[in-house]
């Protein structure tokens, strides 16, 4: 009853020749919009319950502002979006907006529940039941966007949305097949809108679909497509929860790998599961570097791989005992592992990196790490191991003069950099008799071939710099102008077409001013030899002037005396 009240009233707001009108067309970015919204109320720190709150106060703002309540306060009555109200001619796209926040809704309450189910395993049937509840607001909005009203990038979105809800309720259901599926199907519904869309706009969809890699990798595996996964990878990147219970249950062709490893000839029992687990997963690390598209998503692996190796390492050091052989052994070998590839992570950003002085900075900290796997007590008494470290360290040592002679040629510090190109040089001869790895082998072969050419060039700046300094302090400028007369700067020689000329700065006209004393100071010696006149009379005149004045003053003074003491008596 109330929504043939509300259409009636919308009706009524219908102009006259609305049927000749053209409908207005429905725009709604349904990623940007989702991804907006769970960033600013909650997903970015992972808090999903935040965000579900969000999402019940949106809805209800929606239905308030859309006229489209379910019921009173008394009684519910349950009114879903039809396509009555999104071909209304006044209706705008936020009708559009109602089923996607319910879907959206039920999705984050389901992934809060997905959090607490690691403790409470019954509320993964919970999950379920909202995850189901999501995928059929999704299908409502699909059915909507399917209308006339919609444009084609929202019918795509709303297709590629629906896709996502589905892969991810079977993924939890482990239907491989299927949720590969969907999957894909939204993968490459995206990757088609971003290649539609201007580059500034791609972002959230190129995040999508790389949110979406994993996922798929992991469904091909279980279905038994091996190569379209990378298990390292899968590790480092957080995304399969059990995967250290799969990993067991995977092969049993690694099954001696896990209990036993070689490192420099040593064999190194591996004792604790958790360490184990790890190992397992480095099995193919370096081919999931090799297959990465860039230097930076090799750093980003390595760096994930590191979150692990950091517990592994407190694990392990938790079991080492005085009595206890086997343990140090395999804490010196995973010590080796982080200084291993914190070397290889160093080397990765040496090639991103454009300033010399940062190239320094990351070879020096890289040479600190070879000394401290020097030092590791099973290693100290391996002859082979330790001149392989010595060659590797003399290679690195190479590159560290080189680069710092670069640093030092950028500020025009000649002298400097031209010492450290031929150090360079004298360690990259010595370096490139050794054996080393082919790129550490290429990069000192690069110096060798580029020093020449620098130390002519630092010679020849470190001349012109001298030749200048020299010309500097010889030759006078020809055109130096100053308002200084010459007669203050005869010591100082300037070309100055000014003295040729009728009005020549040679003395300033009129001169200064120059404070003189008022009067001049003399020593009166005469004064003692000087003989002045009697003045006895003048005093004797001026005596008797004095006792007149004194006796008149004292006859006043007494009458007002004796007025006052009478008072005061």
């Known amino acids: 009853m109330v929504l043939e009240e509300v259409d009636e009233n919308a009706q009524k707001t219908i102009p006259k020749n609305g ?19 769970q960033q600013q109320h909650g997903l970015r720190h992972g808090d999903y319950q935040r965000y579900r709150g969000y999402c019940s106060r949106r809805i209800r703002r929606l239905r308030k502002v859309l006229k489209l309540p379910q019921g009173d306060r008394r009684h519910f009555k349950k009114r879903d979006v039809t396509d009555v109200h999104v071909n209304n001619p006044v209706a705008d796209e ?21 959090q607490e189910s690691n403790t409470e395993p019954r509320k993964k049937f919970h999950m379920i039941r909202k995850l189901r509840k999501a995928c059929n607001y999704a299908l409502q909005l699909e059915e909507l966007c399917k209308l006339e009203r919609c444009d084609p990038r929202t019918k795509l979105e709303a297709q590629a949305y629906v896709a996502w809800i589905h892969g991810t309720l079977h993924f939890e259901l482990q239907l491989w ?16 809108l971003a290649s539609a869309l201007p580059e500034e706009k791609q972002l959230p969809y190129k995040q999508r679909i790389e949110e979406l890699a994993p996922s798929l990798r992991y469904c091909a595996y279980n279905i038994g497509d091996d190569k379209a996964i990378n298990l390292p990878e899968l590790r480092t990147m957080g995304v399969l929860e059990n995967f250290d219970k799969f990993v067991l249950q995977s092969t049993e062709k690694t099954a001696a790998v896990l209990h036993e490893v070689e490192w420099y000839g040593i064999k190194v029992p591996v004792c604790i599961e958790r360490v184990q687990l ?68 160093n080397m990765y950003l040496i090639k991103q990196t454009r300033k010399p002085q940062d190239i320094v900075r990351l070879l020096d900290i890289t040479n600190q790490q070879i000394n401290e796997l020097a030092q590791l007590e099973p290693l100290q008494n391996q002859e082979s191991v330790q001149e392989d470290l010595a060659h590797r ?62 130390l002519a060039v630092m010679r020849s700046q470190a001349i012109l710099e001298q030749h200048e300094d020299e010309s500097a302090t010889v030759l006078p400028t020809k055109v130096q102008k100053t308002k200084k007369p010459l007669i203050d700067r005869l010591n100082e020689f300037h070309e100055n077409s000014q003295y040729l000329t009728k009005n020549p700065n040679v003395v300033p006209m009129p001169p200064a001013m120059e404070p003189v004393p008022a009067k001049p100071l003399f020593y009166d010696l005469a004064l003692n030899f000087v003989g002045f006149p009697s003045l006895e009379d003048k005093i004797e005149e001026g005596q008797s002037k ?18 006052g003491s009478s008072s005061k008596k």
């Open 393 to 454: 360290l003399l290679a690195y040592r190479t590159l560290r003069c080189f680069y710092l002679a670069k640093s030092h040629a950028a500020v025009h510090r000649w002298a400097e950099a031209f010492g450290c190109y031929q150090r360079s040089l004298k360690y990259a001869n010595d370096a490139v008799q050794n054996k080393l790895s082919p790129e550490l082998m290429q990069m000192i072969k690069n110096v060798i071939e580029d020093v020449p050419s620098e």
């Open 177 to 192: 097949t299927s949720a590969a599926e969907n999957l894909k199907k939204a993968q490459v519904v995206y990757e088609k």
């Open 94 to 114: 936020r009708f559009l907006h109602v089923p996607l926040i319910l879907a959206e809704r039920s999705w984050a309450y389901a992934m809060q529940l997905r």
């Open 546 to 563: 004095q006792k007149q004045a004194s006796g008149i003053s004292g006859f006043v003074k007494g009458i007002w005396s004796g007025w």
């Open 278 to 345: 790890f190992l397992q997963s480095l099995v193919d690390f370096d081919q999931s570097l090799i297959q990465a598209e860039d230097d930076a998503k090799r750093i980003e692996i390595i760096e994930n791989m590191f979150i692990d190796l950091r517990d592994v390492i407190s694990v392990a050091r938790a079991e080492v005992r005085p009595d206890n052989k086997d343990a140090q052994l395999l804490l010196s070998y995973l010590l080796s592992i982080r200084i291993e590839r914190t070397i290889q992570r």
């Open 19 to 37: 049927k000749d009108q053209q409908l207005k067309s429905f725009t709604v970015e349904i990623l940007n919009l989702v991804k907006e919204a």
